[in-house]
């Protein structure tokens, strides 16, 4: 039966007819990405099967639920390298729906499936958001759900607890739902086929798990034998287990400076041992200059690429040059800052207590700007730090703070380190004086 659908039987009129698509982008798919691949008659006439039609309107799907094309057709044949076929949902992925419930998401997009799913997890509605997710992998491609529903949906509503539309229980439940679901696939996924063996985790002090959960997911399926270390990893303990598995590669995913300065400490102590680091995370996509100072493979912002950016480095895993040079100045700095940093942080605390600022939402912003000063330290690249400012300043703005805190708060900040660390800190706070005027 299979053969038969991929027998050639169908001129390009009929084609026309039974997919609506344009002559003019068909061609385009065939000249630019070789899909579909239609045969030839003797008179050079195209052929299509019934197989290449319902390529065609699965490529035109993914397009209506607002893919690009070329990412539509790199999902296809990922699906296709892993030994499947797309259009195959005989024994889908994911859990079925129980006998008597009633479909929640027939009919309609990707993009409505995810409102759906966000706001039942706004909700607390845990069946419901379940439901949907079971529905959506019964009848997608694993990777197309993570992607689409799973990602998407928790940036959204990361964006949401970010302007203060919602509380971080909302994104705390909608977090753990994600994580659970991702889990499941995981220990579902097929033994491994190759013989690499791959570790992927978080860096020291990296809470978020989801596109190290993702990665994992995409190698296994691949085929890959894909060892996964958690959240926050230190070094030490990431060491170890190299030297206990033996792994020929280490994926390590940050979404914050202070985290993605962990990789870089990591890299050094992995290439002194001569094992092979990959990295990503949100953080390289916010900051794109920021992969070139860590001595690693920088696998890029996309996670539909990962499978394919992994297959590059281990055919050549030499380690890429960086442009980060030793800087004797930053290091001092870093180490009298991280020396006096309780200090600094309490000052900041004690100016502003009586302001009307939440103590949590204050303690928050100091955390993360200190962190990500040290972290522009060690990279040695004091502007990384530009956007992490932004952060704090939306994040104390979205608190109903005053539109001039920020700059205010700046000021707090740059006075306690004069007061605590001096001068051996002094192109710190001269930046962060530049900025604020700036």
């Not at 009298?336 to 600094?344: A, G, K, V």
């Not at 103590?359 to 962190?371: C, G, I, P, W, Y």
Request: glycine share 6%.
């Amino acid at each position: 039966m299979a053969q038969a659908k991929k027998a050639p039987a169908y001129n390009l009129k009929v084609v026309l007819q039974l997919t609506g698509i344009k002559p003019d982008t068909l061609r385009a798919w065939e000249r630019r990405y070789g899909l579909p691949l239609p045969q030839r008659t003797a008179g050079g006439h195209r052929l299509y099967s019934k197989h290449d039609i319902e390529m065609i309107k699965w490529l035109m799907l993914r397009q209506d639920e607002g893919m690009r094309i070329n990412r539509a057709i790199e999902l296809w044949r990922d699906i296709e390298s892993g030994g499947i076929d797309p259009l195959d949902e005989t024994n889908p992925i994911g859990s079925v729906e129980p006998s008597g419930e009633q479909p929640v998401i027939s009919g309609i997009s990707l993009q409505e499936i995810r409102d759906n799913w966000i706001e039942a997890c706004m909700a607390y509605d845990e069946a419901k958001a379940e439901r949907i997710l079971s529905q959506s992998f019964a009848l997608y491609p694993v990777e197309l759900v993570c992607l689409e529903i799973l990602q998407r949906g928790i940036v959204e509503i990361g964006k949401r607890w970010y302007q203060g539309e919602i509380t971080v229980q909302q994104e705390h439940f909608a977090s753990g739902l994600v994580i659970r679901r991702l889990e499941s696939l995981i220990a579902a996924s097929p033994l491994p086929t190759r013989s690499e063996k791959i570790l992927v985790g978080c860096p020291a002090h990296e809470e978020h798990v989801m596109a190290a959960l993702m990665t994992t997911l995409f190698l296994r399926r691949h085929g890959w034998d894909v060892i996964y270390l958690g959240a926050n990893v230190p070094l030490a303990d990431l060491e170890k287990a190299v030297r206990s598995t033996q792994a020929r590669l280490v994926i390590l995913i940050a979404s914050r400076l202070f985290t993605a300065a962990n990789i870089l400490e990591a890299a050094r102590a992995l290439e002194s041992e001569g094992i092979h680091l990959a990295f990503a995370g949100s953080i390289f996509s916010r900051q794109e200059n920021l992969s070139k100072n860590i001595p690693g493979h920088y696998l890029g912002d996309r996670l539909d690429r990962v499978v394919q950016e992994v297959e590059a480095v281990l055919k050549n895993p030499g380690i890429p040059e960086t442009s980060a040079a030793p800087n004797h100045e930053y290091a001092a700095a870093k180490t009298r800052l991280d020396e006096r940093q309780s200090m600094i942080k309490q000052e900041i605390l004690d100016q502003l207590s009586n302001d009307g600022i939440n103590e949590h939402t204050l303690r928050m912003a100091n955390d993360a700007l200190v962190n990500d000063i040290l972290a522009a330290l060690a990279l040695n690249d004091m502007d990384s730090i530009k956007h992490e400012i932004e952060w704090v300043g939306t994040l104390l703005a979205h608190k109903k703070m005053s539109d001039k805190l920020l700059a205010d708060y700046l000021m707090i900040v740059v006075h306690a380190i004069e007061r605590h660390a001096g001068g051996e800190a002094k192109l710190v706070s001269d930046w962060l004086r530049k900025m604020v005027s700036g």
